[in-house]
């Protein structure tokens, strides 16, 4: 196929990123966590702007926000987030939004292609309330039990006091129809250096990683710092810190080239300068997209952390508090974003995997899905100087479009 249609709008797409740039801003990024009022102000903004391509705006009871299609032929679904990390970057989420928007407007006019491109922004994917609750939401993964639980990670204000706050209390939330959709596509910063530093403009990504999360306690003894000799201490703190060096020295030769490990949080009680922690607490999370890896690894933590019991004297228990399951995308999507990078980007184009969570990953678990990367200047994300170059902006913006009519001609 060497024809395209129309191709999008790069100053149209740079001026609605700038705008949703504008709700919420902070330095050069933006601060809209989920169901603040600035998140709030941007899903009302996103909602004003579906009917400029044909799509009847909707909020459901999680706070998703969707453009439905009232044209005949099958529906694509495209998307992502509008909230963000707390104080962090403007294209993290809105980039995939306003891309789906873009291909929509210009493909469900047309009336060369049977079907449209519907949108979704989806809520609280950046997990201030949960974990892509809204994607998850829609798949029919969240219990209202769930929802009654969850509870703001920064402030702890609870979700139902949340939803009560945005008016949204009440209403349905909406769950996805077998059949309803040929699949689902996603746009986003690469969040890394692969591109950027291998000259390419588009990464077409072939799987997206699981996370796997622990709590990991190490319990001691707690005791005065100066009166209790060394060779008599059961130092929680010390054991935890040892468990940390000694993951990163045998990590490495049971891990595959992708795998990455974090200790994200590590405390100790009762934190005072002059007592021996007799408790330390960790949280330790594993991303790759190999199951049985994965198994591998945490069957080693598990190892090691007997070791460091045995030496130490101090309990040392490891439990799983997250299971993610890796997804992989559809070849046939894949081969899409391939095709349209050919015309639009010069052939410039990588198969990779993604080491980042993404909504992409929820909605694979029930229709074909597909992601495209555009490159991410210095691999910065989660920060308020996250940035891409409006040059591989526009250019992510043609390649999308151009592969959601592939796969709607198709």
Not at 93 to 104: D, F, K, S, T
Not at 106 to 131: K, Y
Not at 216 to 233: C, F, L, P, S
Not at 249 to 269: K, N
């Amino acid at each position: 196929m060497n024809d395209h249609g129309p191709k999008a709008d790069g100053a149209r797409v740079l001026a609605d990123l700038n705008a949703l740039r504008a709700i919420g801003a902070y330095q050069s990024g933006v601060h809209r966590p989920t169901f603040s009022e600035p998140h709030l102000r941007s899903l009302q903004w996103l909602m004003d702007k579906l009917p400029e391509a044909m799509l009847a705006p909707e909020i459901d009871g999680i706070g998703n926000v969707f453009g439905v299609s009232a044209k005949h032929g099958p529906k694509l679904l495209a998307g992502s987030h509008l909230e963000s990390q707390n104080f962090a970057g403007w294209l993290d989420g809105p980039l995939g939004v306003i891309y789906a928007l873009e291909a929509a407007r210009l493909i469900n006019p047309d009336p060369g292609i049977n079907g449209a491109v519907e949108v979704a922004s989806w809520c609280d994917e950046e997990g201030h309330f949960g974990h892509f609750l809204g994607s998850r939401s829609y798949v029919g993964d969240v219990s209202e039990q769930e929802i009654d639980a969850a509870r703001d990670r920064t402030d702890g204000r609870a979700m139902r006091d949340a939803l009560q706050a945005a008016g949204l209390t009440g209403r349905p939330r909406k769950n996805a129809k077998s059949g309803g959709h040929i699949g689902y596509i996603e746009a986003h910063i690469e969040q890394g250096r692969t591109l950027e530093g291998s000259q390419i403009c588009i990464g077409v990504v072939t799987s997206i990683v699981g996370i796997w999360q622990y709590q990991i306690t190490v319990t001691g003894e707690q005791n005065h710092a100066g009166t209790t000799r060394m060779k008599d201490r059961k130092d929680a703190g010390l054991a935890a810190a040892r468990l940390c060096v000694a993951i990163d020295d045998r990590f490495p030769a049971c891990a595959g080239s992708r795998t990455v490990w974090t200790t994200g949080r590590l405390t100790f009680d009762p934190g005072a300068p002059s007592i021996v922690p007799g408790r330390a607490d960790m949280l330790f999370q594993i991303r790759d997209d190999d199951i049985d890896l994965v198994g591998r690894l945490e069957a080693l933590l598990g190892e090691i952390a007997a070791g460091i019991s045995a030496a130490s004297g101090c309990r040392v228990d490891v439990k799983r508090i997250r299971t993610g399951k890796p997804a992989m995308m559809d070849f046939k999507f894949q081969r899409a974003i391939a095709g349209a990078a050919s015309i639009f980007a010069d052939g410039k184009s990588l198969p990779m995997p993604s080491a980042a969570g993404h909504d992409a990953q929820v909605l694979a678990s029930i229709m074909p899905a597909g992601m495209l990367f555009v490159p991410s200047i210095g691999g910065i994300s989660h920060h308020w100087s996250e940035n891409t170059s409006d040059a591989d902006i526009v250019r992510g913006a043609e390649v999308f479009v151009e592969a959601c009519r592939r796969l709607l001609s198709s």
